[in-house]
């Protein structure tokens, strides 16, 4: 399920660029004061997509996990993403703010809380998932509003048009994987701005998929400390644009660096990039002996047994 679910993410990315129009009354409106919150990968997402919001100029932009959401804070608008539609934190923080501050939600499922519980809803169920891991639902959400950010003419300089990103989404599922990096011990995502959140959920994707020993850090902040962990038989992967001398001081300890979507003709947008990560997830899962459709551990949302205030 999750291969093939990977696989068709250049098509949902396809409809969500047309579904913006549609689902204009549910994403922020220019000029809006944003708070994006989620649980896991839906906050990653919020993560990625608040930094190509404010960088772009539509509006100041923050992204909160749910549970962390500072309740003493304005907004104008509060967008929650939810794959489920049930996920605790989610509907506690939206019960919570009801009739003090607009919210909206991005929700797979319409058979859900969440369709109340938000004063407005867009439903991306061509994007739902059967597998327990998040991919394409993830991603499709990121696209809908990098669309909707490109319609309104404030996507930040140097991320592509979606189109773009569709097209190098096809050719992420299609490129090759060295045997250096599938028999890797040790993975190392980095990211800046908007590529952070991808990082991020690149290290959650092979830890949920492969049981992998992943970490995570900002670009710039690997060499205060994370690089002591690079060695040979470990990779530091970056997504987006690649920081002065980096590549030789990951060459200098040992490690391999993959690198597909820094500057260059044959570069991935970094969302497209994140597709080869989740591709080498259900690699990994797969050769270690699990189920990349059923990780251990997880189920599909995260239903707490608390009360909502």
């Known amino acids: ?33 944003v708070a994006v919150v989620g649980c896991g990968t839906s906050w990653f997402m919020a993560l990625a997509y608040a930094q190509l919001r404010e960088r772009g100029g539509h509006g100041e932009t923050d992204a909160f996990a749910a549970s962390e959401f500072p309740a003493d804070r304005h907004y104008d608008r509060i967008l929650a993403i939810t794959r489920s539609g049930t996920t605790t934190e989610v509907l506690d923080l939206l019960a919570k703010v009801k009739g003090t501050v607009a919210t909206s939600a991005l929700t797979a499922d319409p058979a859900t809380p969440v369709m109340t519980a938000a004063d407005a809803v867009a439903v991306l169920d061509f994007a739902d998932e059967e597998s327990v891991v998040q991919t394409r639902f993830a991603t499709t959400v990121l696209a809908l509003l990098r669309a909707h950010l490109e319609a309104e003419n404030a996507l930040p300089a ?25 028999g890797a011990e040790q993975f190392t995502f980095l990211g800046t701005g908007w590529s952070y959140g991808l990082a991020l959920e690149a ?5 949920e998929a492969a049981g992998a020993w992943t970490e995570a850090y900002p670009a710039m902040e690997y060499r205060h400390g ?6 040979p ?6 997504f987006g644009p690649e920081p002065d001398g980096l590549a030789d001081d990951i060459a200098r300890v040992g490690g391999l660096f993959v ?33 990349p459709d ?10 707490l047994a608390t009360e909502s205030v």
């Open 158 to 182: 140097g991320v592509r048009p979606l189109a773009q990103a569709v097209e190098d989404a096809q050719r992420a599922l299609d490129l090759p994987l060295s045997g250096e990096v599938t």
């Open 203 to 207: 290290g959650l994707k092979m830890r």
């Open 1 to 33: 399920m999750t291969s093939v679910e990977i696989a068709s993410q250049p098509d949902t990315w396809r409809r969500a660029a047309q579904s913006v129009a549609s689902f204009a009354d549910v994403l922020p409106r220019r000029g809006e004061r």
């Open 294 to 303: 059923r990780p251990r551990n997880l189920s599909r949302s995260v239903i």
């Open 226 to 231: 994370p690089i002591s962990i690079t060695g």
């Open 233 to 238: 038989g470990r990779v530091t992967w970056l």
């Open 259 to 291: 690198s597909l979507s820094a500057d260059g003709a044959d570069a991935l947008d970094p969302l497209a990039d994140l597709i080869v990560a989740q591709r080498l997830a259900v690699i990994l899962a797969e050769a270690r002996g699990y189920n």
